[in-house]
């Protein structure tokens, strides 16, 4: 069930589903083998069976590591796959001891278990709800825990036995505790995928994909509750809009390809050159808006002249060509972008939209004196 769940997942390339996928495969081979001991064939159902789920567990890591953006690879679970399948061989045939056995692989998962445990909680992105990597801990520690308390009953000699599936309530504990971790830590991961579906569903439906600027609704429920929030701290609000000049002439003169490069380029200076308290958005077209939290109107002002002259400062001709145009040839001068801006301070009384109908006036201003500059209100 939980192959099946997760090949489903597997279209939407989401980073770490292969590697969980082929986790689950080994541990089903690896479970189906443990459950024939009493057929014989040691080789296949102690050893092999052992060492598959050492690296079902350890490819369940690694997809963990790839899913939260680490280095895939985990070497010291890798040399520790081998130490299980070294070790098992040495306490099976040359100093048969079923304790030591028993220890070495639970220290094993036990660790493999805590480090995944540890990674949903560390890594969780930002903003995401906590649910899902809780759910994730909470699993991959219930079975570090049971891991670890039986490598410690076992290896300390508390418990003696001969064979490992020898009918014992501590053994029915393991089982039990056993079936319950493997399919909660799987609906785990489908749960991580699903976080992770539903995050690139939202920077869809809020960010704009040209620029990476918030899109009008997002931007207007996001000022909205950034001006509420600055009303109850007494911090200022300063708000601008932007507009691209000459933006219909780049779409007119080098085709629209050209114009999306443009927005491209424009979104990247302006992601480079604001803070990351503040707030970005496309109003639709070339305009866009700037909200900037706990900062004077001057110092604004100067912040937009900065990301004015970034803009201007990318030159035209051969491979440094900014986005937005083409190559320098005798039709396309040297040339910067330029944009226009319109500024103002939240006043007492004053709406979202009354913020932005003055700032809105400003940037007409701007126009009409000549583009290329930021006025203020």
């Keep these: ?19 969980w996928i082929g986790a689950y495969v080994w541990a089903s081979v690896a479970l189906v083998l443990t459950g024939m ?10 050893l092999v069976s052992n060492t598959l789920l050492a690296i079902a567990v350890t490819r369940a890591l690694e997809g963990c590591r790839e899913f939260f953006g680490l280095q895939p690879r985990a070497p010291l679970a890798r040399i520790g796959c081998a130490v299980v399948a070294i070790g098992i061989a040495w306490w099976y045939w040359a100093e048969p001891n079923l304790a030591a056995r028993i220890a070495l692989v639970s220290a094993f998962h036990a660790a493999i278990y805590a480090a995944i445990g540890w990674m949903a909680i560390r890594y969780r992105p930002p903003g995401r709800p906590v649910y899902s990597y809780r759910f994730v801990t909470a699993s991959a520690w219930l079975g570090a ?44 991961m489908v749960l991580l995928a699903h976080d992770r579906m539903a995050e ?14 918030l899109t ?79 900062i004077t109107r001057e110092a604004a002002v100067m912040r937009l002249d900065a990301l004015r002259v970034a803009a201007l400062a990318v030159r035209r001709g051969g ?40 700032a809105d006036a400003a940037l007409y201003e701007a126009k009409t004196r000549g583009r290329d500059r930021v006025v203020t209100a």
Excluded: C
């Design 1 to 19: 069930m939980s192959l099946a769940i997760l090949g489903s997942l597997r279209p939407a390339r989401i980073p770490g589903v292969s590697r």
């Design 37 to 46: 001991q009493r057929m014989g064939m040691p080789v296949l159902t102690v």
């Design 145 to 188: 825990f049971a891991h670890g308390l039986r490598g410690v009953t076992y290896g300390s000699g508390m418990i003696e036995q001969n064979t490992l599936l020898a009918v014992t309530p501590l053994n029915v504990v393991w089982l039990a505790l056993g079936i319950l971790v493997l399919p909660s830590l799987s609906i785990g």
């Design 200 to 213: 690139r569903l939202e920077r869809l439906a809020n960010r704009d994909e040209l620029t990476s600027a």
């Design 216 to 294: 009008r609704r997002a931007f207007v429920a996001h000022a909205g509750e950034m001006i509420e929030a600055a009303r109850v701290k007494g911090t200022p609000v300063v708000l601008a809009i932007l507009d691209i000049d000459h933006f219909k002439a780049i779409n007119d003169h080098f085709g629209h390809a050209a114009g999306d490069r443009a927005l491209a380029h424009f979104g990247r200076v302006v992601a480079t050159g604001v803070r990351e308290s503040d707030l970005f958005g496309r109003l639709g077209g070339e305009e866009f808006a700037l909200l900037f939290p706990a």
């Design 319 to 358: 491979d440094s060509a900014p986005h937005g145009q083409e190559p320098s040839t005798p039709q396309t001068p040297h040339a910067g972008l330029t944009f226009s801006a319109g500024v103002d301070v939240l006043n007492p009384g004053d709406t979202l939209a009354s913020l932005m109908a003055r």
